[in-house]
Protein backbone atom coordinates (compact mmCIF):
# COMPACT_ATOMS: atom_id res chain seq x y z
CA UNK A 1 0.00 0.00 0.00
CA UNK A 2 1.55 3.05 -1.26
CA UNK A 3 1.32 6.93 -1.86
CA UNK A 4 3.39 7.99 -4.49
CA UNK A 5 5.21 10.80 -4.17
CA UNK A 6 9.38 12.47 -3.96
CA UNK A 7 10.08 12.20 -0.84
CA UNK A 8 9.62 8.83 1.15
CA UNK A 9 8.22 8.22 4.91
CA UNK A 10 7.36 4.52 6.32
CA UNK A 11 4.64 3.97 8.78
CA UNK A 12 6.20 1.32 11.07
CA UNK A 13 2.53 0.24 12.41
CA UNK A 14 2.27 -1.94 15.51
CA UNK A 15 -1.39 -2.01 15.83
CA UNK A 16 -3.98 -4.49 13.65
CA UNK A 17 -6.75 -2.16 12.15
CA UNK A 18 -9.60 -1.95 14.24
CA UNK A 19 -13.33 -2.82 12.83
CA UNK A 20 -13.97 0.99 13.36
CA UNK A 21 -10.70 2.19 11.50
CA UNK A 22 -11.01 -0.03 8.75
CA UNK A 23 -14.86 0.76 8.16
CA UNK A 24 -14.48 4.65 8.25
CA UNK A 25 -10.94 5.57 7.01
CA UNK A 26 -9.57 2.52 5.40
CA UNK A 27 -7.43 1.70 8.12
CA UNK A 28 -5.09 3.45 10.48
CA UNK A 29 -2.36 4.17 7.49
CA UNK A 30 -4.82 6.41 5.64
CA UNK A 31 -5.41 8.66 9.47
CA UNK A 32 -1.58 8.89 9.80
CA UNK A 33 -0.87 10.29 5.92
CA UNK A 34 -4.21 12.20 6.60
CA UNK A 35 -2.47 13.58 9.68
CA UNK A 36 1.24 14.00 8.18
CA UNK A 37 1.09 13.38 4.32
CA UNK A 38 1.55 16.54 2.22
CA UNK A 39 1.18 16.30 -1.35
CA UNK A 40 4.18 15.21 -3.46
CA UNK A 41 4.92 12.32 -0.83
CA UNK A 42 5.44 8.79 -1.05
CA UNK A 43 4.30 7.12 1.86
CA UNK A 44 4.99 3.27 2.58
CA UNK A 45 3.03 1.14 5.34
CA UNK A 46 4.86 -1.64 7.17
CA UNK A 47 2.53 -3.82 9.53
CA UNK A 48 5.34 -4.61 12.13
CA UNK A 49 2.91 -6.16 14.59
CA UNK A 50 2.22 -8.87 11.64
CA UNK A 51 6.12 -9.25 11.49
CA UNK A 52 6.35 -6.90 8.08
CA UNK A 53 9.46 -4.96 8.29
CA UNK A 54 11.40 -3.02 5.75
CA UNK A 55 14.63 -4.73 4.17
CA UNK A 56 18.01 -3.08 5.72
CA UNK A 57 19.12 -2.51 2.18
CA UNK A 58 16.27 -0.10 1.55
CA UNK A 59 16.29 2.05 4.79
CA UNK A 60 18.51 5.04 2.80
CA UNK A 61 15.74 5.40 0.83
CA UNK A 62 13.87 7.13 3.34
CA UNK A 63 13.38 10.52 5.05
CA UNK A 64 11.72 9.79 7.55
CA UNK A 65 9.94 7.11 9.80
CA UNK A 66 7.13 7.33 12.00
CA UNK A 67 6.29 4.34 14.86
CA UNK A 68 2.35 3.94 16.00
CA UNK A 69 0.79 3.42 18.74
CA UNK A 70 -0.17 -0.44 19.86
CA UNK A 71 -1.94 -1.91 22.93
CA UNK A 72 1.22 -4.43 22.97
CA UNK A 73 3.60 -3.58 25.98
CA UNK A 74 6.97 -1.69 24.62
CA UNK A 75 8.94 -3.50 27.21
CA UNK A 76 7.70 -7.35 25.95
CA UNK A 77 9.66 -9.50 24.00
CA UNK A 78 7.56 -10.73 21.52
CA UNK A 79 9.82 -11.17 18.20
CA UNK A 80 8.41 -8.14 16.23
CA UNK A 81 8.94 -5.71 19.50
CA UNK A 82 12.85 -6.73 19.74
CA UNK A 83 13.14 -6.40 15.88
CA UNK A 84 11.63 -3.25 15.86
CA UNK A 85 13.99 -2.23 18.89
CA UNK A 86 16.91 -3.13 16.60
CA UNK A 87 15.49 -1.49 13.74
CA UNK A 88 15.38 1.41 15.72
CA UNK A 89 18.68 1.34 17.02
CA UNK A 90 19.85 1.19 13.38
CA UNK A 91 17.91 4.04 12.29
CA UNK A 92 19.05 5.88 15.12
CA UNK A 93 22.42 5.45 14.09
CA UNK A 94 21.71 6.28 10.68
CA UNK A 95 20.58 9.50 11.85
CA UNK A 96 17.44 8.88 9.94
CA UNK A 97 14.14 10.89 11.58
CA UNK A 98 11.92 9.01 13.38
CA UNK A 99 8.56 9.83 14.71
CA UNK A 100 7.72 7.53 17.63
CA UNK A 101 3.60 8.10 19.10
CA UNK A 102 2.28 6.33 21.93
CA UNK A 103 3.65 3.08 22.26
CA UNK A 104 6.05 4.05 19.47
CA UNK A 105 7.24 7.08 21.94
CA UNK A 106 8.24 4.33 24.51
CA UNK A 107 9.63 1.89 22.44
CA UNK A 108 11.90 4.33 21.02
CA UNK A 109 13.39 4.96 24.60
CA UNK A 110 13.52 1.22 25.35
CA UNK A 111 15.27 0.91 22.29
CA UNK A 112 17.76 3.69 22.79
CA UNK A 113 18.83 2.77 26.46
CA UNK A 114 16.24 4.45 28.23
CA UNK A 115 13.41 2.72 30.93
CA UNK A 116 9.37 2.36 30.16
CA UNK A 117 7.10 0.47 32.34
CA UNK A 118 3.17 0.22 33.89
CA UNK A 119 1.99 4.20 34.55
CA UNK A 120 2.80 4.70 38.00
CA UNK A 121 -0.70 6.97 38.15
CA UNK A 122 -2.61 4.22 35.88
CA UNK A 123 -5.00 4.54 32.59
CA UNK A 124 -4.49 8.39 31.17
CA UNK A 125 -7.42 8.36 28.11
CA UNK A 126 -8.75 11.44 27.14
CA UNK A 127 -7.81 15.23 25.96
CA UNK A 128 -4.90 15.78 28.35
CA UNK A 129 -2.51 19.68 28.55
CA UNK A 130 0.72 19.33 28.05
CA UNK A 131 3.48 21.78 29.48
CA UNK A 132 6.14 22.68 27.13
CA UNK A 133 9.88 22.72 29.10
CA UNK A 134 11.12 26.73 29.65
CA UNK A 135 14.39 27.17 27.69
CA UNK A 136 15.19 24.41 25.74
CA UNK A 137 17.89 23.48 24.23
CA UNK A 138 19.16 25.06 20.81
CA UNK A 139 19.05 22.06 19.17
CA UNK A 140 15.53 21.22 19.99
CA UNK A 141 12.43 23.43 18.26
CA UNK A 142 9.01 23.10 18.75
CA UNK A 143 7.95 26.12 17.32
CA UNK A 144 4.14 27.27 16.31
CA UNK A 145 3.14 29.10 13.08
CA UNK A 146 4.76 32.38 14.94
CA UNK A 147 8.10 31.07 15.11
CA UNK A 148 7.34 31.07 18.97
CA UNK A 149 7.53 27.55 21.34
CA UNK A 150 3.88 27.15 22.68
CA UNK A 151 3.49 26.90 26.62
CA UNK A 152 1.05 24.17 26.58
CA UNK A 153 -1.32 22.13 24.06
CA UNK A 154 -3.88 20.05 24.22
CA UNK A 155 -3.15 16.32 22.59
CA UNK A 156 -5.64 13.22 22.85
CA UNK A 157 -4.14 10.38 25.52
CA UNK A 158 -4.95 6.67 25.82
CA UNK A 159 -1.85 4.84 27.54
CA UNK A 160 -1.37 2.77 30.77
CA UNK A 161 2.72 2.25 30.30
CA UNK A 162 4.85 5.33 29.68
CA UNK A 163 8.36 6.49 30.50
CA UNK A 164 9.98 6.47 33.12
CA UNK A 165 13.78 7.41 32.08
CA UNK A 166 14.75 8.67 29.18
CA UNK A 167 18.07 7.66 27.11
CA UNK A 168 21.39 9.41 27.81
CA UNK A 169 21.50 12.46 25.63
CA UNK A 170 17.86 13.08 24.90
CA UNK A 171 15.88 16.08 26.11
CA UNK A 172 12.48 16.05 27.58
CA UNK A 173 10.89 18.53 26.25
CA UNK A 174 6.71 18.34 27.50
CA UNK A 175 4.86 16.84 30.72
CA UNK A 176 1.95 16.96 32.22
CA UNK A 177 0.22 16.28 35.86
CA UNK A 178 -0.27 12.91 34.88
CA UNK A 179 2.86 11.76 33.11
CA UNK A 180 6.43 13.33 32.86
CA UNK A 181 7.49 12.41 29.76
CA UNK A 182 4.80 13.60 27.73
CA UNK A 183 7.35 14.55 24.54
CA UNK A 184 11.55 13.78 24.22
CA UNK A 185 14.09 14.43 21.88
CA UNK A 186 17.54 12.86 21.38
CA UNK A 187 19.81 15.21 18.76
CA UNK A 188 18.47 16.63 15.64
CA UNK A 189 16.09 13.18 14.55
CA UNK A 190 14.29 11.83 16.86
CA UNK A 191 11.15 13.05 18.74
CA UNK A 192 8.33 11.13 20.84
CA UNK A 193 5.26 11.99 21.55
CA UNK A 194 3.20 10.03 24.32
CA UNK A 195 -0.49 11.34 23.08
CA UNK A 196 -1.94 10.64 19.85
CA UNK A 197 -2.00 13.78 17.14
CA UNK A 198 -3.21 11.41 14.42
CA UNK A 199 -6.74 10.94 16.60
CA UNK A 200 -9.91 12.53 16.60
CA UNK A 201 -12.59 12.07 18.92
CA UNK A 202 -14.14 9.30 16.53
CA UNK A 203 -11.62 7.46 16.88
CA UNK A 204 -11.17 8.02 20.50
CA UNK A 205 -14.72 7.28 21.51
CA UNK A 206 -14.48 4.12 20.05
CA UNK A 207 -11.40 2.76 21.27
CA UNK A 208 -12.92 3.87 25.10
CA UNK A 209 -15.52 1.78 24.19
CA UNK A 210 -13.68 -1.47 23.06
CA UNK A 211 -11.25 -0.61 25.88
CA UNK A 212 -15.10 -0.96 28.33
CA UNK A 213 -15.99 -3.54 26.73
CA UNK A 214 -12.97 -5.81 27.03
CA UNK A 215 -13.51 -4.93 30.75
CA UNK A 216 -9.65 -3.35 30.27
CA UNK A 217 -11.51 -0.41 32.15
CA UNK A 218 -14.68 0.83 34.51
CA UNK A 219 -17.35 2.24 33.23
CA UNK A 220 -17.63 5.32 35.59
CA UNK A 221 -13.72 5.85 34.19
CA UNK A 222 -14.94 5.56 30.31
CA UNK A 223 -17.23 7.97 31.01
CA UNK A 224 -15.19 10.49 32.93
CA UNK A 225 -12.69 10.17 30.29
CA UNK A 226 -14.88 11.35 27.19
CA UNK A 227 -16.60 13.76 29.98
CA UNK A 228 -12.59 15.18 29.93
CA UNK A 229 -11.78 16.34 26.81
CA UNK A 230 -15.11 19.12 27.13
CA UNK A 231 -13.76 19.97 30.22
CA UNK A 232 -10.20 20.74 29.48
CA UNK A 233 -11.29 23.19 26.43
CA UNK A 234 -12.32 26.49 27.13
CA UNK A 235 -15.86 27.56 24.89
CA UNK A 236 -14.01 30.18 22.97
CA UNK A 237 -12.35 27.07 21.62
CA UNK A 238 -15.88 25.32 20.15
CA UNK A 239 -17.79 25.56 17.37
CA UNK A 240 -21.63 24.82 17.41
CA UNK A 241 -21.81 21.91 15.51
CA UNK A 242 -19.55 20.28 18.40
CA UNK A 243 -15.83 20.80 16.59
CA UNK A 244 -12.54 22.20 17.81
CA UNK A 245 -12.54 25.46 16.03
CA UNK A 246 -8.61 26.08 16.95
CA UNK A 247 -6.56 23.90 15.27
CA UNK A 248 -2.47 23.15 15.80
CA UNK A 249 0.50 22.86 13.81
CA UNK A 250 3.54 21.79 15.42
CA UNK A 251 6.89 21.90 13.80
CA UNK A 252 9.96 19.75 14.73
CA UNK A 253 13.04 21.91 12.78
CA UNK A 254 16.65 20.36 12.18
CA UNK A 255 19.38 22.57 10.75
CA UNK A 256 17.04 25.36 9.70
CA UNK A 257 15.08 23.06 7.98
CA UNK A 258 11.39 22.02 8.15
CA UNK A 259 11.70 18.16 9.38
CA UNK A 260 9.25 15.73 8.20
CA UNK A 261 7.56 15.09 11.51
CA UNK A 262 4.61 17.76 11.53
CA UNK A 263 2.43 17.25 14.33
CA UNK A 264 -1.11 18.14 13.62
CA UNK A 265 -2.91 18.20 17.21
CA UNK A 266 -6.85 18.42 16.58
CA UNK A 267 -8.67 18.27 19.40
CA UNK A 268 -12.06 17.32 19.03
CA UNK A 269 -14.88 18.00 21.85
CA UNK A 270 -18.08 15.43 22.78
CA UNK A 271 -18.96 11.79 21.64
Not at 15 to 34: I, L, P, Q, T
Not at 62 to 72: A, E, K, N, T
Not at 110 to 132: C, N, P
Request: charge should be negative.
Amino acid sequence: MKVTGEKRYALLLAARDSEFVEKVYGGYFNVFVAAFGEEGERWDLFRVVEGEFPSMDELHEYDGFIVSGSPYDAYGNDDWILKLCFLLQTLDAMEKKILGICFGHQVLCRALGGKVGKAFTGWDIGLRKVKMVKDLSPCCSIIDESGEIPSSLSIIECHQDEVWEVPAGAEVIAFSDKTGVEMFTIGHHILGIQGHPEYNKDILCNLIDRLLNNNSIERDFAENAKVRKELETSPGERRGDGLELKTYKYFYTVSYQLLYSKVLLSKRIGC
